[in-house]
């Protein structure tokens, strides 16, 4: 095997850099370590956060580049390198218009999603900057259908985000009619869509995609990466590439010493494939990669209900809308709320990591989500239809005492935090935490009450009462080999390495430690694809 470019892991970062390589003029080759494709980027919600794309221009909605860097700027709190931030608020409505042009991903709005910071400056409240595919065919993957992985949180939805509970004030209820016609041509809505719509695009472009090979060395030739080595279904592998090699190998969320050694607290519970373990990580620090980053993660509160998945693990919830409805708060041992349990995923993760200097004890965990029955007759929870009983992994008790002495909690602070959390229901604000002052809070709670504080306050006074543990959890880490913004790796002295670039969760993030809104993990991974394909491209035909 031999190639201008190669490209390790076939996750949309890994994608975009196949399809902008062999777009420039590449020729090129992915290896991906599972036997699958498509990554974690294959069971998410596929949307990607694009600052001034031209849908939002064409809806009339304004952004401008000031205001995008702006608002990166505000949530920096200095992790941001404004160079990489530079690099992807230029180049992300480049990708999208480029990608629509040249490979089957096309994009749309998902409408009035806001940023998820949307009162800082330079926030959009009335969103614009959240796309998504359109729904995608299967049937056109032919007899590669099967290969695109598939996630246990969303599977393979028939239907966008914009169709969703999230997506809609009311959601689009679809007609049994057009269900049928979308199961008959087997199509599919969020990450499915987006990774459906990259891999057509490499198999249109015969751009070679070998699963079951892991690479696990880089090979030099006078300080530069010319090649990679690895573990494939027939043994040991040497590829050679010309032009580059692009890491886009994810995070190493699923990798616990590198977990423990980087990562600024605990995270226990991963929502990604579990072929993320670092492995481009390592690769690059023993070729003397510069790191950045590497405290961070893309953090996201999880439940795990009791189980096997179907590969010996758990299954692990993402724990985001729910967090946001009415009826409901978290709480820790003491029974006292610790943060606005509605905030944006991401930023609640800093929430798992707050000390308790006196008890020398992590002070929010373990900690419980805790509703009431008028919560679940409304809501539904985790797998449950609205009016039917809770699942028997859920813990309910008839009162709040009784609740808190099943799980250790403490009964007089869960009954006192619960009055006082109603009577701020009552009054319709939350002077200790502010949930429901943010565009962020109510669009994320009750579908119906849409943009009022309704969506997200409401008391807890119907017994029974439920709970269920909340965990540390991420969608994937964000650090790792530093780059320029042109996606090339620096070494330790500030040097490019020559033919490596990389892109996606296994560099050092253009993002800090912040999520921008909708899609903020796999739009920089597809811009610095993006930029890593085609630099290499460049790089391959100047060698030839
Ligand atoms: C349920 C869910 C919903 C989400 N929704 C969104 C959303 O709507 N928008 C958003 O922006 N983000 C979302 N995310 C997060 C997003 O999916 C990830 O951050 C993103 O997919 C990371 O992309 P990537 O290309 O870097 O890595 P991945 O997509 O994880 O791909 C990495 C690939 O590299 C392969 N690999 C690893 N090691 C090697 C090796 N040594 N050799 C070869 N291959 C290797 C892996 O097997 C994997 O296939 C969601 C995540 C989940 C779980």
């Known amino acids: 095997m031999e190639a201008d470019v190669i490209v390790l892991g076939t996750g949309a970062a890994g994608l975009t850099a196949a399809l902008a390589a062999h777009g420039h003029g590449a020729d090129v080759l992915v290896l991906e370590k599972s036997d699958k494709v498509g990554g974690t980027s294959a069971w998410s919600g596929g949307m990607i956060w694009i600052p001034c794309n031209h849908h939002m221009r064409e809806a009339g909605l304004e952004d401008s580049r000031e205001e995008a860097l702006t608002y990166l700027e505000a949530l920096s709190h200095d992790l941001i390198d404004p160079v990489l931030a530079e690099a992807f608020v230029d180049t992300g409505p480049e990708m999208v218009e480029w990608m629509e042009s040249n490979t089957p991903v096309q994009f749309q709005l998902v409408p009035n999603f806001p940023d998820y910071h949307p009162e800082h400056p330079g926030g959009k409240p009335g969103g614009g900057r959240s796309l998504e595919c359109p729904l995608f065919s299967y049937d056109t993957l032919e007899a590669h259908r099967e290969l695109v992985t598939v996630g246990y949180n969303y599977g393979t939805a028939p239907i966008t985000m914009e169709e969703s509970n999230l997506g809609r004030a009311v959601p689009i209820e679809v007609p049994e009619e057009e269900r049928a016609r979308r199961a008959e041509r087997d199509e599919r809505g969020c990450g499915q869509a987006l990774m459906g719509r990259l891999f057509k695009g490499c198999i249109d472009r015969n751009i070679p995609v070998r699963t079951g090979y892991r690479a696990t060395r880089l090979l030099l030739e006078d300080g530069a990466v010319a090649g990679v080595a690895g573990e494939g279904p027939d043994g040991p592998f040497e590829v050679d590439a010309r032009g580059g090699v692009v890491l886009a190998t994810g995070g190493f969320e699923w990798n616990r010493e590198l977990v423990r050694t980087f990562l600024r607290g605990p995270m226990t519970s991963p929502v990604s494939v579990p072929t993320n373990e670092g492995d481009g990580l390592t690769m690059s620090m023993r070729i003397g990669a510069a790191l950045g980053n590497m405290r961070e993660a893309w953090w996201m509160p999880a439940v795990e209900i009791p189980g096997d998945r179907g590969d010996g693990r758990p299954h692990q919830h993402l724990f985001a809308s729910e967090r946001a409805r009415p009826r409901s708060i978290m709480v820790n041992r003491a029974g006292r709320r610790f943060t606005n349990e509605a905030a944006n995923y991401n930023a609640f993760g800093a929430a798992f990591h707050e000390q308790d200097v006196a008890r ?114 991420a969608l994937g880490t964000k650090g790792g080999p530093k780059t320029d913004g042109l996606a090339r790796v620096q070494n330790v002295d500030g040097e490019t390495i020559a033919g490596l670039y990389a892109a996606g969760n296994v560099m050092a993030s253009a993002m800090g430690m912040t999520y921008g809104g909708a899609g903020g993990t796999l739009a920089p991974g597809m811009v610095f694809g993006f930029l890593a394909g085609r630099d290499a491209a460049a790089r391959a035909a100047a060698s030839r």
């Not at 539904?380 to 099943?406: D, H, M, Y």
Request: aromatic share 14%.
């Open 360 to 473: 020398f004890d992590y002070a929010n965990l373990p900690c419980w989500f805790i509703f009431d029955q008028k919560h679940l007759d409304t809501y539904g929870f985790i797998g449950t239809e609205p009016g039917a009983p809770a699942a028997n992994w859920v813990a309910n008790a008839p009162t709040l005492r009784a609740l808190a002495a099943q799980l250790g909690i403490d009964p007089d602070g869960l009954e006192e935090t619960v009055a006082t959390w109603n009577s701020y229901a009552e009054a319709g604000r939350d002077p200790d935490f502010h949930r429901g002052e943010s565009a962020h809070d109510t669009w994320w709670g009750d579908p119906w009450e849409k943009g009022t504080p309704g969506a997200t306050l409401g008391p807890l006074d119907t017994g029974p009462f439920y709970a269920v543990a909340v965990r540390s959890g």
